[in-house]
């Protein structure tokens, strides 16, 4: 494989600094589902933690280097996940956060942000201004700028899922993985492609929010004007370049799926798992359930990856979704 900006060697010393609350989540073989999809289905549960998704594994590594070298305040824009994990990391190291984000956010994850003790900043807007925003006030204070997927410390927390995935997982020939900015599918993905480069790595997108997958078709960064999805953890419109250039190297396969596919999948993870998630962490579901001659007789992992929903939102969503029969 060619070399992405990621290293195996740095990655496994990320499991030093990461706070083990947030490692060795569950693994685990969900036959509930696999009546329903066809297809052999394994369970990287990345819910079960404090900040209810994986992303404080790559925040744990920002913050770590930061108190290392005596930075005290940190700023990053967030649909919501990000800002969770990183005033979870920041406030255990003295770190003070501040979190932009687009007042139109889901507001269970608006409200976790504060509670956990960062100061929030709401622009008029999507997730792309609270970026530039972000930006914005790094420069002003002089303070450091945490972009997810970029900094390649977010790649390489989430990439020690990868690691547990390898050391834990029976033998799987598929990995499905939601596809947003980029940091998980490409941190997975390298160490996917590294110890078992006969895996599949598949990222998945809403139809409603594709500007990566149409620019890992294209091999080239493509923006779009706007996002139409309730998947909001993977609403961005302007893809990385270097990110980009990490994912051609480590995606064998990137995919859209429609709305009504996502819920289905959130209902299929409620009623057969007992899992409550976020519409981002259905979207492995969701191709499968698009799919299913593709995926079928294969053993498939899917990383569930979020869990910070609105409860009101999620029930007129899986509430009103038809059961998906196969």
């Known amino acids: 494989m060619q070399e992405t900006r990621l290293d195996t060697a740095r990655i496994r010393a990320a499991r030093r600094v990461i706070d083990p609350i947030f490692l060795d989540t569950p693994l685990y073989r969900c036959e509930a589902l ?3 999809l066809g297809c052999t289905v394994s369970i ?17 590594v920002v ?8 930075s005290r305040a ?4 967030s649909a919501g996940n990000l800002g969770q994990a990183l005033a979870w990391s920041g406030r255990g ?9 687009s007042r139109f956010a889901t507001v269970a994850k608006l409200d976790r942000i504060r509670a956990l003790g960062a100061r929030l900043e709401l622009v008029d807007g ?20 945490v972009e997810d997927s970029l900094d390649i410390e977010t790649c390489e927390g989430a990439a020690t899922i990868g690691l547990e995935l390898m050391d834990s997982a029976p033998a799987f020939d598929t990995v499905l993985i939601a596809l ?5 599918a490409t941190g997975v993905g390298h160490v996917v492609k590294t110890l078992a480069p006969e895996a599949e790595v598949i990222c998945i997108q809403p139809l409603g929010a594709p500007a990566m997958t149409h620019s890992w078709r294209q091999r080239r960064v493509v923006t779009t004007d706007s996002t139409n999805t309730i998947a909001d953890g993977v609403a961005g419109r302007y893809p990385i370049p270097a990110v980009l250039s990490d994912l051609l190297l480590v995606a064998d396969d990137a995919v859209l799926v429609q709305e009504s596919s996502i819920i289905a999948g959130m209902r299929l993870l409620l009623t057969h798992a007992g899992l409550v998630v976020e519409p981002s962490a259905a979207l492995g579901i ?33 509430g009103a979704a038809p059961i998906h029969r196969s």
């Not at 940190?74 to 824009?77: G, L």
């Open 93 to 101: 190291r003295g770190i003070d956060v501040t979190v932009v984000a």
């Open 286 to 318: 969701a191709a499968i359930l698009e799919d299913p001659d593709r995926f079928a007789g294969r053993h498939v992992v899917t990383i569930v990856c979020g869990s910070n929903v609105d409860v009101d939102a999620y029930h007129r969503w899986v």
């Open 63 to 70: 913050a770590n280097l930061l108190a290392d070298s005596g």
């Open 126 to 145: 999507d997730h792309e201004m609270a970026r530039e925003r972000a930006a914005a006030i790094a420069r002003y204070d002089g303070i450091r700028l």
């Open 180 to 184: 947003g900015g980029g940091a998980l």
């Open 34 to 36: 696999e009546p329903a």
């Open 74 to 77: 940190a700023v990053c824009a």
């Open 44 to 60: 990287k549960l990345e819910t079960a933690n404090p900040v209810r998704s994986f992303k404080a594994r790559g925040t744990e």
